[in-house]
């Protein structure tokens, strides 16, 4: 059994180390958002100088919050909530188990912020349920006392006194949600091109140690929508799941809505045009049976002739343009067996043919590979829960307070008497209030003819 008295657990469970540690980790955060992470050597070198950079990089304080010191930092600081607990709980869950049934009479009758009735009534035992009808909102516990006394006690929210170390536990369950995340999980990124799937994905940082998925991530379709300058809007991609040769999810993802499966996420994060590559998407339809279609997606070079036996058609990009941002319109040429027909088409402008019985419809726009960030973080949902518990600690520490109510019932050689004492860990106003409603509800019981002192 540890010594709760050595001088290292003295040192681990005092507030002086605690605000310590917090102070440290409070700096450095602070400092590793002022300076920017996971940049190169000559960024920083450019930025503030080549001493100073190198200086930042041996220190590590250029990849902070996965440097060992900083981890250090945060397992100190669970190390002292941890042993800080481990000294006062036990203190404080004793005094919630405290049976406050058996203070001392003496100890109430003398309590300077007391108040005491008087009554010309002499002490009656029956008296004492005309007492509890008139509290019994509260709750009284069983009255006590020998012969001529007896005491009746209200007491509400004892387990409140634990609020702090809940705060506590929430913080130990936080750092031990973003340690497990920071050991088994994983921000990673991957580049999926359009019409090709993708079992791996590349860690961040130095190194890009490949990481293997064990499913599929396909891409369907990426698509760009631009505001009227050219910027950017929004983009989007198409994305299947396929685990085990079969298709097991499919999504739409956008910025704000990623796709998730078997604890990894995949976030859109950038785009990347690929260069003389363009996405051609063709309809097949017979007019005679409109049921009967064939759909089909290629990907081609301009000026590289691509034939198709399932469609009996041949396709050539002659020409591409510039509109801005890097495609359409093109020039299209599509040859069915010895008759050739070019067509000019806008990016994504879907284009009908019609030869003889068969209409074609044609989409054209540049090929891209859609940038994906990949994190993994098994330890989010106990980061999850340690909020929570956190907020719920908070809440229980400033707004709920353990209060004790004792009401003395005495025999007095001129009839009886009786005192309302109260104690509480905090909130000494709502205590006031309860008291005075105590005192008002009994000053109301006219068997009683109780009367201020």
């Not at 035992?125 to 009255?143: D, F, Q, T």
Request: one cysteine or more; hydrophobic letters at 40%; proline letters at 3%.
């Amino acid at each position: 059994m540890l010594n709760k008295n050595t001088p290292l657990i003295k040192i681990f469970s005092s507030v002086d180390f605690a605000l310590f540690i917090i102070s440290a980790i409070t700096i450095t955060s602070i400092a590793g958002t002022i300076i920017q992470q996971g940049e190169s050597l000559q960024f920083y070198a450019q930025r503030y100088g080549g001493r100073p950079a190198i200086i930042l990089e041996l220190l590590d304080i250029t990849n902070m919050y996965s440097s060992y010191w900083f981890q250090g930092l945060l397992i100190l600081f669970f190390l002292n909530l941890l042993v800080c607990t481990w000294v006062r709980l036990p203190g404080v869950l004793a005094i919630i188990r405290k049976d406050n049934l058996s203070v001392s009479t003496t100890r109430i009758a003398k309590d300077p912020e007391s108040e005491v009735l008087t009554s010309k009534v002499p002490y009656d035992v029956l008296n004492l349920s005309i007492i509890s009808a008139a509290l019994a909102p509260l709750s009284l516990k069983n009255p006590k006392g020998p012969g001529q006394e007896a005491i009746l006690l209200h007491e509400r929210g004892a387990w409140s006194r634990v609020g702090a170390y809940l705060v506590h536990a929430s913080i130990l369950l936080i750092i031990v949600g973003a340690l497990i995340g920071k050991y088994w999980g994983y921000d990673a990124f991957v580049m999926v091109t359009e019409g090709t799937a993708e079992s791996s994905v590349h860690e961040r940082g130095e190194g890009h140690k490949e990481i293997l998925l064990d499913f599929e991530v396909f891409c369907h379709i990426f698509k760009t929508d631009y505001y009227p300058n050219g910027m950017p809007k929004e983009y989007r991609s198409d994305l299947t799941v396929i685990e085990s040769g079969k298709k097991v999810l499919d999504k739409t993802i956008t910025v704000n809505d990623p796709l998730k499966y078997k604890g990894v996420t995949f976030f859109q994060s950038s785009y990347q045009p690929i260069e003389n590559e363009y996405k051609l998407v063709v309809t097949k339809t017979d007019s005679s049976d409109m049921n009967k279609s064939i759909n089909k997606t290629f990907y081609l070079n301009p000026l590289s002739e691509y034939k198709s036996e399932d469609l009996g058609v041949s396709f050539k990009i002659l020409a591409t343009a510039s509109d801005g941002h890097g495609h359409g319109p093109y020039k299209l040429q599509i040859t069915d067996g010895d008759s050739s027909l070019a067509k000019v088409m806008n990016d994504h402008e879907a284009v009908s043919i019609k030869r003889d019985n068969v209409v074609y419809t044609l989409s054209l726009a540049q090929r891209f590979a859609t940038g994906l960030k990949v994190v993994k973080d098994p330890g989010v949902w106990i980061v999850y829960i340690g909020c929570s518990l956190m907020l719920f600690g908070l809440y229980v520490s400033f707004f709920m307070s353990h209060v004790r109510v004792w009401i003395l019932y005495q025999q007095e050689e001129d009839g009886s008497k009786i005192t309302v004492c109260g104690k509480t860990n905090k909130n000494n106003m709502k205590l006031e209030q309860l008291r005075e409603k105590i005192v008002t509800a009994l000053l109301h019981e006219e068997k009683l003819a109780l009367r201020r002192a």
